[in-house]
């Protein structure tokens, strides 16, 4: 159990970059170590993020209800229409469940620390514009021109491991500090 903050890390790129595979295989090895890990998700696509339609939760916000939670056998679903959350307020409203991580999908432009994605030759601004990288992991090697950061291939097996690695070990730092 979480008795400090969590470490946030994102996970960042532009559309099809891969974010999605990384955040899922991250949050398996996470799991797998025994961090207790929970996620954001940016639904940078314009648009509400898709919800099961007919669905009595469904119902009840069409209804006029603001928020609307389904429980059963220990899942939970929680849907809210109509509701800005900023990132910060995300984050807070996920520390009720005592993560050791957040990892966030997107949000490119915050200021956690994040691995960026880089898939297109036209991907190469964010290298200046973002802030806070911590490694690259790229679909071509002529993408990467200069030794900014640790860079890998979107191929190479051992990102996930190093990556896990990186953020396992800010969340023993937490735990040392929590005796």
């Known amino acids: 159990m979480a008795l400090v903050a969590p470490f946030i890390f994102q996970v960042v790129g532009f559309q099809n970059s891969g ?31 898709d919800v099961l339609e007919q669905k009595d939760s469904t119902r009840h ?3 006029g209800a603001i928020a609307s939670i389904v429980e059963g056998s220990g899942r939970m679903v ?29 949000y490119k432009q915050k200021n ?16 200046k514009s973002l ?3 911590c490694a690259i992991v790229y679909w071509n090697e002529d993408l990467i021109t200069e ?10 097996k051992t990102i996930i491991k190093r990556a896990a690695e990186f953020i396992t070990g800010f969340v023993h730092k937490n735990d040392e500090k929590s005796y």
């Open 19 to 49: 974010k999605t595979t990384i955040t899922t295989q991250l949050i398996e090895t996470l799991t797998n170590l025994g961090i207790k890990t929970v996620t954001i998700k940016h639904h940078g696509h314009g648009g509400k993020p």
């Open 61 to 63: 916000i069409s209804s």
């Open 78 to 106: 929680l849907q809210a229409d109509e509701l800005k959350l900023c990132l910060e307020d995300q984050i807070e409203l996920l520390k009720f469940f005592q993560p050791d991580v957040i990892l966030i999908e997107g």
């Open 112 to 127: 956690y620390p994040k691995l960026l994605l880089l898939k297109e030759k036209e991907d190469l601004h964010l290298l």
């Open 131 to 133: 802030t806070n990288i």
């Open 147 to 156: 030794n900014l950061y640790p860079a890998f291939s979107i191929n190479d």
